[in-house]
């Protein structure tokens, strides 16, 4: 996955979640976890303020229905200008 910037959202037509990524599904996930990813989004979408934090939840905004939006974990951490 280092070709996919970590934070970036890609539709995926699989039934299963990719290697390096969550579901956008409003999950809560530890921070432990994923500390680059929540570098980036935080506690943007929802989490317990400290040690948890919550991926959008796209559900229901697929194009089609066997399509699934998946979060990137793992990549190239995108440059802040």
Same mark, same amino acid.
């Given at each position: 996955?280092?070709?996919? =910037?970590?934070?970036?959202?890609? #539709?995926? #037509? +699989?039934?299963?979640?990719?290697?390096?990524? =969550?579901?956008?599904?409003?999950?809560?996930?530890?921070?432990?976890?994923?500390?680059?990813? !929540?570098?980036?989004?935080?506690?943007?979408?929802? /989490? &317990? /303020?400290?040690?948890?934090?919550?991926?959008? &939840?796209?559900? /229901? !905004?697929?194009? &089609?229905?066997?399509?699934? +939006?998946?979060?990137?974990? &793992? /990549?190239?951490?995108?440059?802040? +200008?």
């Amino acid at each position: 996955m280092d070709e996919f =910037l970590i934070g970036e959202i890609i #539709p995926v #037509p +699989y039934t299963f979640v990719p290697e390096f990524t =969550l579901y956008c599904d409003g999950q809560e996930y530890p921070v432990q976890q994923f500390q680059l990813l !929540f570098a980036l989004i935080g506690f943007t979408f929802g /989490g &317990n /303020g400290s040690t948890t934090f919550r991926v959008p &939840n796209l559900k /229901g !905004f697929e194009p &089609n229905p066997k399509i699934r +939006y998946v979060i990137v974990t &793992n /990549g190239i951490f995108p440059d802040r +200008y």
